[in-house]
């Protein structure tokens, strides 16, 4: 690491911190309404509060922690575990190669895999817009928060067991989108490759939801193919790079 970026790195690491914090506080909410319906379901496939918070804190993936208690409540074998988590979380190969663009150049491995664990969709959406580099304290801190919330509202949701009935259950199914929503909106009213990328991945979704063949495609997959062909064709027509990125 060259002695400026080290400098740089130690004279603004706790303001970064707590920027990242700040910026957190919104996934910290979805994330705890969601997991709290996720610890509902482990609870529901015998898992204590203290295996489902181990898992949300190991994993951070909504669909694929889902996916892995129903492999668990079906007694299915640990290749089956290791596929079903391989397709579902495989967007996120995607959205760490283009965060790693984000980050300073030589920037030390450490805090590149100490970043890598906290890639989701939400903290991948609120990274990728900020401007210039990322400083890895400010994504400490945008990952801190949000495991918080996952992880705490797993346990929540686990302990409270088969209390809350099925239609809030299904309510709060839908938190992630609605959260997901709210990231991408404000950024499409001010950019148009944005909202072209937004509307044909929604386009693009609902062919392979309703095709004949394509509908056969499991989900993840769907993501892959849907992110190549929409990201490659706005880089193409939208190029970006250097600071603006």
């Not at 290791?82 to 397709?87: A, K, P």
């Not at 995607?94 to 984000?102: C, I």
């Not at 969709?121 to 801190?141: N, T």
């Not at 394509?214 to 849907?226: A, Q």
Request: a positive charge; glycine letters at 10%.
């Amino acid at each position: 690491m060259s002695l400026s970026l080290e400098s740089s790195l130690k004279a603004d690491r706790g303001q970064q911190f707590r920027r990242g914090i700040r910026d957190g506080i919104p996934i910290f909410i979805g994330y705890f309404a969601v997991s709290f319906a996720f610890g509902i379901q482990a609870a529901d496939s015998s898992l204590t509060a203290f295996q489902a918070g181990l898992m949300s804190l190991l994993n951070l993936t909504s669909a694929g922690q889902l996916a892995g208690v129903q492999v668990i409540a079906a007694a299915g074998s640990y290749l089956e575990m290791v596929l079903v988590q391989f397709v579902i979380n495989l967007r996120y190969l995607l959205m760490a190669t283009a965060l790693s663009q984000k980050m300073a150049p030589d920037l030390p491995t450490g805090p590149r895999l100490k970043i890598a664990y906290g890639v989701t969709d939400e903290i991948f959406g609120v990274s990728i817009l900020k401007k210039g580099y990322l400083h890895p304290f400010y994504s400490y801190g945008l990952i801190f928060i949000s495991t918080i919330g996952w992880v705490g509202g797993t346990v929540m949701g686990a302990g409270a067991g088969k209390i809350l009935p099925g239609p809030v259950l299904a309510a709060l199914g839908i938190a992630l989108y609605g959260m997901f929503i709210a990231i991408v909106i404000p950024p499409a009213k001010r950019d148009h490759a944005v909202l072209f990328a937004v509307l044909a991945a929604m386009a693009l979704s609902s062919v392979f939801q309703f095709a004949p063949v394509l509908k056969t495609i499991s989900p993840g997959v769907r993501i892959m193919v849907i992110t190549v062909l929409v990201s490659a064709f706005c880089a193409l027509v939208w190029p970006r790079g250097g600071e603006d990125a």
